[in-house]
């Protein structure tokens, strides 16, 4: 089945079309559905944040990746858009998030990713 992938950070419409699909449709192309939240100021990320939220801890191994990569921004809009709006998938990121909060990087402290981190720890 060929996903229906947003063309450019403006097309809403596919963007409306991912979120009807079932988990098991979209689990082989998340990756590069995260990547359509690099910005949350993107107009398919407003479409694709809430329901990435709701997803809970079936995401962790995706965000995971997200934040072990070196885009600080990327980690700050997933991190402030879906997993501080998902408790359990928070949860299952202990490790990640308290590595944000106490061993951040230099890149990490400056774009709020630790301090975000912090605040999900209730620190």
Excluded: C
Aim: hydrophobic share 45%; aromatic share 8%; glycine share 6%.
């Amino acid at each position: 089945m060929r996903l229906p992938l947003p063309r450019d950070k403006h097309d809403t419409q596919h963007a409306q079309e991912l979120i009807a699909l079932s988990w098991e449709e979209l689990r082989p192309a998340m990756p590069q559905i995260l990547e359509w939240v690099q910005d949350a100021n993107w107009p398919v990320a407003a479409v694709l944040l809430p329901y990435l939220a709701g997803i809970g801890p079936r995401l962790a191994p995706y965000i995971k990746t997200v934040l072990a990569s070196d885009d600080e921004q990327w980690k700050y809009f997933v991190l402030l858009g879906i997993v501080r709006h998902s408790p359990k998938l928070a949860f299952e990121l202990g490790g990640e998030l308290n590595r944000l909060a106490h061993a951040p990087t230099i890149g990490e402290l400056e774009e709020g990713v630790a301090e975000v981190a912090r605040e999900m720890l209730g620190h």
